[in-house]
């Protein structure tokens, strides 16, 4: 993991620090607000340059897995985020609507260091990403009208909107680039050329971060208790979610490096989506993209002890490739 990559939660927290600083000054925030966005699609378009979608056919070997992890993420998960947003934020429903954007989009970046941290089979990990992203992008507006539709007053024909600008755009052009480039270098520069954007993805997203605080910090100033309430929640989904896929990959005969696949698919949640979704879906509630905005505080420092865990209890009696 690159070193920008392994502070990736310091310079989120520095990012939100500064932002805050510069937005006091005065007009600094409008403009602040325009860049929040284009940073956004940045992230995103570099974070599908690396989802290599011939890795389809790769998952397919393991359907038993793949069926048990897309399962878990995409019904299980859904109705944990239902339950833990209702009983953590019944009174705050903009928070409700970010807690649950966070949650029911499954990571498709940064649970590929983790899983490889862990020593688990990153190979499997990479085949899940197309599945992971198009499901994602199908269900979000779903998720949200059914889980959501009563907290707020759901844009619906707007967030299907941002979802195809946001996410389909970025996605269409980055198989564009990945096929362009392999046809003029070839396949092997392209996956190395997009193994290397890791920490391009990290300094836009703190670009992004940092001007959102910029446009949005007097706000956030107003409600200081806002990473409080996102925090508790976030902790429970990550005890509970990490409970109930050690028990699943025990019921289903995972090995040690599926188990580690399994249990960061399944933790790792997709900030940057969510967030690039809220802000163009919900730009009159600036709470809702506040909230994804923290995920990552909380998840990023959860997920490196998750591989020190995993690691101290493997339980197949041989040494990590990496001690």
Same mark, same amino acid.
């Not at 980055?174 to 092997?188: F, M, P, S």
């Not at 997709?270 to 163009?280: D, F």
């Given at each position: 993991?690159?070193?920008?990559?392994?502070?990736?939660?310091?310079?989120?927290?520095?990012?939100? @620090?500064? %932002?805050?600083?510069?937005?006091?000054?005065?007009?600094?925030?409008?403009?602040?607000?325009?860049?929040?966005?284009?940073?956004?699609?940045?992230?995103?378009?570099?974070?599908?340059?690396?989802?290599?979608? +011939?890795?389809?056919?790769?998952?397919?070997?393991?359907?038993?897995?793949?069926? =048990?992890? *897309?399962?878990?993420?995409?019904?299980? =998960?859904?109705?944990?985020?239902?339950?833990?947003?209702?009983?953590? &934020?019944?009174?705050?429903?903009?928070?409700?609507?970010?807690?649950?954007?966070?949650?029911? =989009?499954?990571?498709?970046?940064?649970?590929?260091?983790?899983?490889?941290?862990?020593? %688990?089979?990153?190979?499997?990990?990479?085949?899940?990403?197309?599945?992971?992203?198009?499901?994602?992008?199908?269900? *979000?507006?779903?998720?949200?009208?059914?889980?959501? @539709?009563?907290?707020?007053?759901?844009?619906?024909?707007?967030?299907? /909107?941002?979802?195809?600008?946001?996410?389909?755009?970025? &996605?269409? %052009?980055?198989?564009?680039? +990945?096929?362009?480039?392999?046809?003029?270098?070839?396949? /092997?520069?392209?996956?190395?050329?997009?193994?290397?954007?890791?920490?391009?993805?990290?300094?836009?997203?703190?670009?992004?971060? @940092?001007?959102?605080?910029?446009?949005? %910090?007097? *706000?956030?100033?107003?409600?200081? *208790?806002?990473?409080?309430?996102?925090?508790?929640?976030?902790?429970?989904?990550?005890?509970?979610?990490?409970?109930?896929?050690?028990?699943?990959?025990?019921?289903?005969?995972?090995?040690? /490096?599926? +188990?580690?696949?399994?249990?960061?698919? =399944?933790?790792?949640?997709?900030?940057?989506?969510?967030?690039?979704? #809220?802000? $163009? $879906?919900?730009?009159?509630?600036?709470?809702?993209?506040?909230? &994804?905005?923290?995920?990552?505080?909380?998840?990023?420092?959860?997920?490196?002890?998750?591989?020190?865990?995993?690691?101290?209890?493997? @339980?197949?009696?041989?040494?990590? #490739?990496?001690?």
């Amino acid at each position: 993991m690159h070193p920008v990559e392994r502070f990736q939660t310091g310079l989120l927290i520095l990012a939100m @620090g500064v %932002g805050i600083a510069l937005g006091q000054r005065a007009g600094l925030a409008a403009v602040a607000d325009r860049a929040v966005l284009p940073a956004l699609l940045g992230v995103l378009f570099l974070t599908f340059l690396g989802v290599p979608l +011939r890795e389809v056919r790769g998952a397919l070997a393991n359907r038993r897995f793949v069926a =048990t992890s *897309l399962g878990f993420n995409f019904l299980w =998960t859904p109705l944990l985020a239902a339950g833990l947003a209702t009983l953590f &934020l019944r009174d705050h429903p903009d928070l409700r609507v970010g807690l649950l954007m966070l949650l029911v =989009t499954p990571c498709t970046d940064w649970y590929l260091a983790f899983t490889d941290l862990a020593d %688990g089979n990153v190979p499997l990990a990479t085949s899940l990403l197309p599945y992971n992203l198009f499901l994602q992008v199908a269900l *979000l507006p779903v998720y949200l009208y059914v889980f959501a @539709g009563a907290a707020v007053d759901l844009p619906v024909a707007a967030l299907v /909107e941002a979802v195809l600008f946001v996410l389909v755009g970025p &996605l269409v %052009g980055a198989a564009v680039a +990945r096929y362009a480039a392999a046809r003029l270098r070839g396949r /092997e520069w392209i996956a190395r050329a997009a193994d290397r954007t890791g920490p391009a993805q990290v300094v836009l997203l703190a670009v992004a971060v @940092g001007a959102m605080f910029a446009s949005q %910090g007097a *706000l956030l100033l107003e409600r200081p *208790l806002v990473p409080v309430l996102i925090g508790a929640p976030l902790l429970a989904f990550f005890a509970i979610n990490f409970l109930a896929g050690t028990l699943v990959s025990h019921v289903s005969g995972f090995d040690y /490096e599926d +188990r580690v696949c399994f249990a960061c698919t =399944t933790l790792a949640r997709n900030s940057p989506t969510a967030l690039a979704v #809220a802000v $163009a $879906a919900f730009p009159n509630r600036p709470l809702i993209a506040l909230a &994804l905005v923290v995920g990552p505080l909380v998840e990023l420092p959860l997920l490196s002890v998750l591989t020190r865990v995993l690691r101290a209890t493997r @339980g197949d009696g041989s040494t990590p #490739a990496s001690a």
